[in-house]
């Protein structure tokens, strides 16, 4: 391989090598990097963010995510409709299942993959979204209370204590028969009860980042309280932020389950995870997997978010960087 650096006739203030224009500057070129150097620090970095990433979440959630979203295009059934023909029908393996309905049918005839796959939309959706809003709410009240301190913080924290003294579930399922059962009643109780466990833990990381130098620059240049808790103490929270979210979106989960199945959460006939195993608990001696393959579904995706949180939080704790 010729290494040799030509003059460009076209502009003397650059060189040629390897049929690669580079700027030489004032007396010191600077030489393009080679593409297998860019590709080799490229593939070090992705090892590096996915070490010790556990394989069996890695490989459930993405499917599960996958139901949510493009569920309703790959149902092998429309999990409402009702055929009391083939109601309590065993799965496929079993005696006089059919391949038409591989997990198996409920009472009222109802494909029990299809309502799986259904209950997976909602399930996610609920979680997300309220993880999305408490996570925010939580991170602003953080900020505030954090940076400005004073009554401000008394204040929010007191608020704080009084919303996690409050018991989580049972709440909401009194807010809930309050405002009747619905999607959007769920993500706004959820939420509403959820904020406070990350604004107790973030505002911690605040107290601790403000006092950093840079911050302390930030006020000597003139910057603005709001800027400096957008730009300078905002970004550095934010892994924090990712490992609880995704810590809390199994409980969130667990949570909208348990409401779904003492009546209270997402109405009939949607396909939650928690109306099915409430319809089939009463089937337990003859159709066993009326209850089993939501239950799996549940634990499964809520194994998985716990998981992942973990691993997440010693892949982003700088504590737990070198292990």
Same mark, same amino acid.
């Given at each position: 391989m010729d290494n040799r650096r030509t003059a460009n006739p076209n502009n003397p203030g650059e060189l040629v090598r390897e049929g690669v224009v580079m700027e030489t500057g004032v007396g010191q070129p600077r030489l393009a990097k080679p593409m297998g150097v860019l590709v080799r620090r490229a593939m070090q970095k992705t090892r590096f963010l996915i070490r010790g990433v556990p394989i069996i979440p890695a490989i459930?959630? !993405?499917? +599960?995510? +996958?139901? *949510?979203?493009?569920?309703?295009?790959?149902? !092998? %059934? #429309?999990? %409402?409709?009702? #055929?009391?023909?083939?109601?309590? %029908?065993?799965? +496929?393996?079993?005696?006089? *299942?059919?391949?038409? +309905?591989?997990? @198996?049918? #409920?009472?009222? @005839?109802r494909d029990i993959m299809s309502r799986i796959m259904g209950g997976a939309s909602i399930s996610l959706q609920v979680g997300f979204v309220v993880v999305f809003f408490a996570g925010g709410i939580g991170a602003i009240i953080a900020l505030i209370s954090g940076y400005v301190g004073g009554r401000v913080d008394s204040v929010l924290m007191r608020l704080t204590d009084m919303m996690l003294s409050l018991p989580y579930l049972l709440m909401a399922i009194v807010l809930a028969a309050v405002l009747q059962p619905s999607k959007y009643n769920i993500i706004l109780v959820l939420a509403v009860m959820g904020w406070s466990r990350y604004a107790r833990v973030l505002r911690s990381e605040v107290l601790r980042i403000k006092e950093g130098d840079f911050v302390r620059l930030a006020k000597v240049n003139g910057c603005g309280s709001l800027r400096i808790m957008s730009r300078h103490i905002f970004p550095n929270i934010v892994n924090t932020l990712v490992i609880l979210a995704t810590l809390q979106l199994g409980g969130v989960i667990i949570a909208e389950a348990a409401l779904s199945f003492i009546g209270v959460g997402i109405p009939p006939p949607h396909p939650a995870w928690g109306s099915m195993l409430a319809e089939g608990r009463d089937y337990m001696a003859r159709a066993w997997w009326m209850c089993v393959w939501p239950g799996v579904a549940i634990l499964l995706v809520v194994l998985s978010c716990n998981l992942l949180g973990d691993w997440l939080r010693v892949r982003l704790d700088p504590k737990f960087r070198q292990m």
């Open positions: 459930i959630l !993405p499917i +599960f995510v +996958f139901m *949510g979203i493009f569920g309703s295009f790959i149902m !092998p %059934n #429309d999990p %409402n409709q009702i #055929d009391l023909m083939y109601a309590i %029908n065993p799965p +496929f393996w079993q005696e006089k *299942g059919t391949t038409g +309905f591989l997990l @198996g049918t #409920d009472h009222l @005839g």
